[in-house]
C-alpha cells in the first residue's frame, strides 16, 4: 500500500534552517509529481511546492520562494524540503502528498514545524 512518511519537524529559531523528508513506499515514486502542503494552526492548507517525477522541474508558493527548495532523489524513493530563513508564519504541520492527475491522493501524517525566539 502507498505510504509516505515525513520526518525532520521540530521547533528552531526564526531565520533558522530545517530539512524535511518523506520516505514513499509501495508504488512507482520516480513516476509521479510530489507536494510539499502545509496547514498552520487554525489556517487552511497552503501549497508550499511541487516537483516533477524526474526532479528538473520545481514549483513554489509565492510565500516560499528562494527559501525553500524541493529536492528529490529518486534512488532512495524519498522526497525533500529544505527550509530556509524560517519565519514564525512558516510554522505549521507539514505534509507530503502523492500527485496524480485528480490532484493529491495520498498524504503522509505530517511533520510539525515550529519557529519560535
Known amino acids: 500500500q502507498v505510504q509516505l512518511v515525513e520526518s525532520g519537524g521540530g521547533s528552531v529559531q526564526p531565520g533558522g534552517s530545517l530539512r524535511l523528508s518523506c520516505a514513499a513506499s509501495g508504488f512507482t515514486f520516480s513516476s509521479h509529481w510530489m507536494y510539499w502542503v502545509r496547514q498552520a494552526p487554525g489556517k487552511g492548507l497552503d501549497w508550499v511546492g511541487s516537483i516533477h517525477p524526474g526532479g528538473g522541474i520545481t514549483l513554489y508558493g509565492d510565500s516560499v520562494k528562494d527559501r525553500f527548495t524541493i529536492s528529490r532523489d529518486n534512488t532512495k524513493n524519498t522526497l525533500y524540503l529544505q527550509m530556509n530563513s524560517l519565519k514564525s508564519e512558516d510554522m505549521a504541520l507539514y505534509y507530503c502528498?502523492?500527485?496524480?492527475?485528480?490532484?493529491?491522493?495520498?498524504w503522509g501524517q505530517g511533520t510539525q514545524v515550529t519557529v519560535s525566539s
Open positions: 502528498t502523492r500527485v496524480t492527475g485528480g490532484g493529491p491522493d495520498y
